[in-house]
């Protein structure tokens, strides 16, 4: 079938490249001509693992291309993806919504006929009814224009394959949507005839999902990591404890590895936003434990500073410090909220002279922290360093020989932030080597 994407951000571009590969016709629409102009080219603006083959393979087919023009977006299908961005507005928790009601806005003037709107970004609860409002004031076609809410539950670095192969669709309507929800199902058939599951709800519901999830799994990663700093005040191993609490099947593995913190473009902003949200609705204090998960999340950084300084003596003015890492998580050049950004800019003023290095996130960082230095050879930026501070579980770092390596620096000290490296290799290598959550 024929379907649009509009906005090519990261969900979009992701979203339509996928569609494309499942076999229907696409046509992504952004404001951004440059953008749109790189999509084209079977190029993403940023870093995705597989996307870049996609895109390259569906515009080269004839599947899938980009365009800036809303009436040709409107033109060329009755079903419609909403991908656009919801960041946290500048100074406050709440989302922004500027670019959803933008969008809706530019596109609603050329439905002239039956259509079908999904949105796919992550909002606060009771912004569909917002949607429906503007499509109803601006669309020709009125109430025959049917709104759904199909929230996204990618992971960065794995989100092709999460839109390929979800673990659930959730789809959200007004009422008895027969002919949206038949379009609908029709563009995810080949993933629901593979076994995923369906969840069918209420708007407000389907606008909940994506919220709550993310509310818990920062939650569960918090929590960890409270339980790594009691290690370490009390001379307890959070990397075996983490492992016993996995096995009992109500708590799980998944997301209980100690480390750095969470960062990215969701979690922390979705908290945030959820929080906000919350508090206009009159429901506060229900989701007061938020706080605490975001305030156990930022002192991680703290305590990365603390080791640092007792692995300095107490003195970080003057000293050469070498980061690994700069994008929030591996396989992304993505650094909001980074962990590991947010440790090296404070060493920076504290005075250090601090050296970053990143597989695919250094044209991003220099943007964003001109003041640092940076590498793209991680051994050559930790030529003559006196600390080492692995904060991005990269696994080309994992692959580096710490014997060799000790050879360049000048003092082999490391401190893991993700406790993904080798203890035992590393001070085998005559490292001193210290983890957060480890004595």
Request: hydrophobic share 40%; charged share 25%.
């Given at each position: ?5 509009i906005?090519c ?9 996928a569609?494309?590969e ?7 629409m952004?404001?951004d ?15 995705e ?6 895109l ?5 087919s ?9 009436a040709?977006?409107a033109?060329?299908a009755?079903l ?13 928790m709440?989302y922004?919504l ?16 039956p259509a ?10 009771g ?13 020709p076609?009125?109430?025959?224009v049917e709104v759904?809410?199909?929230p996204e539950?990618?992971?960065e670095?794995?989100a092709v ?5 979800p ?11 027969t ?6 199902r029709?563009?995810y ?5 593979s076994g995923?599951?369906v969840i069918v ?15 818990f799994?920062?939650t569960?990663?918090?929590?960890i990591n409270?339980?790594?700093e009691?290690c ?7 990397q075996?404890l983490?492992?016993?609490l996995g ?19 969701c979690?922390p ?7 906000a ?6 429901a506060?204090?229900?989701l007061?434990f ?12 703290e305590?990365m500073?603390?080791l ?7 003195v970080i003015?003057?000293?050469r ?22 440790v090296?800019?404070?060493l ?17 960082a ?7 230095d940076y590498?793209?050879d ?5 030529e003559?360093?006196e600390?080492l501070l ?10 580096i020989?710490?014997a060799?390596l ?9 401190i893991?932030?993700?406790g ?14 210290r ?5």
């Amino acid at each position: 079938m024929k379907l649009t994407v509009i906005g090519c951000g990261y969900l979009g571009a992701t979203h339509a490249a996928a569609m494309a590969e499942l076999g229907h016709e696409v046509l992504g629409m952004d404001t951004d001509p440059d953008k749109v102009a790189a999509l084209n080219a079977g190029r993403a603006p940023f870093f995705e693992r597989g996307l870049d083959e996609l895109l390259t393979k569906h515009t080269a087919s004839g599947k899938l291309r980009f365009t800036t023009s809303s009436a040709e977006a409107a033109a060329f299908a009755d079903l419609h993806f909403i991908g656009v961005g919801t960041p946290q507005k500048p100074g406050e928790m709440a989302y922004d919504l500027t670019h959803l009601f933008a969008a809706t806005r530019q596109l609603a003037p050329h439905l002239t006929r039956p259509a079908v709107i999904v949105g796919k970004c992550t909002v606060p609860v009771g912004t569909a009814p917002q949607v429906i409002g503007i499509l109803r004031e601006f669309a020709p076609a009125g109430d025959q224009v049917e709104v759904c809410w199909n929230p996204e539950f990618l992971r960065e670095s794995h989100a092709v394959e999460d839109t390929l192969h979800p673990d659930r669709i959730v789809l959200g309507f007004t009422g008895e949507n027969t002919r949206a929800e038949t379009m609908i199902r029709h563009a995810y058939g080949k993933i629901i005839k593979s076994g995923t599951p369906v969840i069918v709800t209420d708007l407000a519901t389907a606008e909940l999902v994506k919220s709550a999830a993310n509310a818990f799994l920062a939650t569960k990663i918090s929590f960890i990591n409270a339980m790594a700093e009691v290690c370490e005040t009390s001379g307890a191993d959070i990397q075996p404890l983490a492992e016993a609490l996995g096995h009992d099947p109500r708590i799980g593995r998944r997301g209980m590895r100690p480390g750095l913190g969470f960062g990215g473009g969701c979690l922390p902003k979705d908290i945030r936003g959820f929080m906000a949200r919350a508090g206009e609705l009159g429901a506060d204090q229900a989701l007061n434990f938020l706080r605490e998960v975001d305030s156990i999340n930022t002192h991680r950084h703290e305590r990365m500073l603390d080791l640092t300084r007792e692995q300095l003596n107490g003195v970080i003015k003057s000293k050469r410090i070498t980061v690994w890492g700069a994008a929030f998580k591996p396989d992304t050049d993505d650094i909001r909220d980074s962990p590991a950004l947010a440790v090296a800019q404070a060493l920076h003023q504290a005075g250090a002279s601090v050296t970053v290095s990143d597989p695919k996130a250094l044209d991003n960082a220099r943007k964003i922290h001109p003041q640092l230095d940076y590498a793209e050879d991680p051994i050559k930026a930790a030529e003559g360093a006196e600390l080492l501070l692995h904060l991005t579980e990269w696994p080309e770092f994992t692959r580096i020989d710490p014997a060799d390596l000790a050879t360049r620096v000048a003092v082999p000290r490391v401190i893991d932030g993700r406790g993904t490296l080798n203890r035992a290799r590393w001070q085998a290598a005559g490292w001193t080597h210290r983890a957060l959550g480890r004595p």
